[in-house]
C-alpha cells in the first residue's frame, strides 16, 4: 500500500499545501493517548468492537464523517473471525478487511485482542493479522488434543459444505467422497489410519489412486519345518502338540499367536485439515 506524503507546499510558486481533512485529523486523534508505547512516544487507543464474528462494528467518538485513506482504526474484537470479515465505523458502512488484498481466513481476528487496520481507499488492510491464513487449504496436522482448532476440521470422513469450506472444497474436491453430489464433499477420514506417501508413479506402491484406502497386508514369505529321521514309524508333530503322525511327508501350520492387526508401536493424536 502507498504511504500517503505530505507537503507544506510553496507560497512563493503558488504551490499549495497538503489539505488535511476534519475526518483524517479525527481519526489520528480518537487513537491516541496518555500512555507510553514500547518506544515511550505514545500509544494507540482503540474501540471495543461491537456486532457478530465477521461482522466488526465500531463508534468513535468524535464521530467521522467520513473514511479517508490511511486512516488507521485499531479495535478490541469481539469475536473470533470465522473467514471473510467486514468493519463498519460509525455506521458510515460496512466495508471488508484484507490482508495483503486477500480476505481474510478463520482465526485471522482473534477475540479479545486488539486489530489495527488501515484504511486503502476501497477496504480495510489489517496489519497485524495472526495469519492462519499462510497455511494453505487442504494442509493435515496432527493435534496433542483431542479438539480442532479455529480454522481446522477433523479428519472423520464427515459430509460438509462446499460453500462453507469453499477453499477446502477447491483445494481436495471429492477425492474423499462427494458427499450428497451437489452441496457437500467428505473429509478424509484418518481416524484410526497410518499415512503412507502417495506412489506418484515410482513404482514401489504402483496402481494406487491419490487419496485411496489400502488394507493391511503381511508381504509374501515362506518358513521352512523340518522333520528329522526318527528311523521307521511315526514322528511327532511338535508344531501341533504331541500328536503321532506317519513318518511321511506332511504339511505343518503353526499355533496362531499375535492380536487382531499388524502394527508398529504408536501413539494417538489427532488428525486435523486446514479449512
Known amino acids: 500500500m502507498a504511504k500517503t ?26 487513537h491516541r493517548h496518555t500512555g507510553a508505547d514500547e518506544d515511550g512516544h505514545g500509544a494507540l487507543d482503540y474501540a471495543a468492537a ?30 473470533t473471525n ?57 494442509i493435515v496436522e ?3 488434543a483431542s479438539t480442532a482448532p479455529v480454522g481446522w476440521l477433523k479428519c472423520n470422513g464427515a459430509n460438509v459444505s462446499r460453500t462453507a469450506y469453499a477453499a477446502l472444497f477447491a483445494a481436495v474436491g471429492t477425492t474423499f467422497g462427494a458427499g450428497n453430489g451437489t452441496t457437500t464433499f467428505n473429509l478424509p477420514d484418518l481416524r484410526s489410519e497410518f499415512i503412507r506417501g502417495w506412489d506418484d508413479g ?46 511321511t511327508d506332511q504339511d505343518f501350520t503353526t499355533a496362531a499367536t499375535g492380536g487382531t492387526e499388524t502394527r508398529p508401536r504408536n501413539v494417538a493424536l489427532l488428525p486435523c485439515i486446514k479449512y
Open 5 to 30: 506524503t505530505f507537503s507544506d507546499g510553496n507560497q512563493s510558486q503558488g504551490t499549495l499545501g497538503t489539505r488535511v481533512t476534519a475526518a483524517f485529523l479525527n481519526a489520528i486523534n480518537n
Open 142 to 144: 496432527w493435534m496433542a
Open 202 to 247: 515410482r513404482g514401489v506402491d504402483s496402481g494406487r489412486t491419490f487419496g485411496s484406502a489400502q488394507a493391511d497386508a503381511l508381504e509374501s514369505h515362506t518358513h521352512t519345518v523340518r522333520l528329522r529321521s526318527c528311523g521307521s514309524g511315526s514322528a511327532s508333530n511338535s508344531l501341533q502338540g504331541s500328536t503321532q503322525v506317519p513318518y
Open 50 to 79: 461491537t456486532g457478530s464474528a465477521n461482522v466488526y462494528a465500531v463508534t468513535l467518538s468524535p464521530a467521522l464523517s467520513a473514511y479517508v485513506t490511511g486512516m488507521p482504526i485499531s479495535f478490541l474484537a469481539n469475536f
Open 82 to 138: 470465522t473467514g471473510p470479515a467486514t468493519l463498519n465505523v460509525n455506521g458510515l458502512g460496512a466495508k471488508s478487511i484484507q490482508h495483503h488484498s486477500l480476505a481474510l481466513d478463520a482465526g485471522d481476528i482473534q477475540g479479545g485482542q486488539i486489530a489495527t487496520v488501515i484504511y486503502d481507499g476501497t477496504g480495510f488492510q489489517m496489519v497485524n493479522a495472526k495469519r492462519s491464513a499462510q497455511v494453505p487449504a487442504g
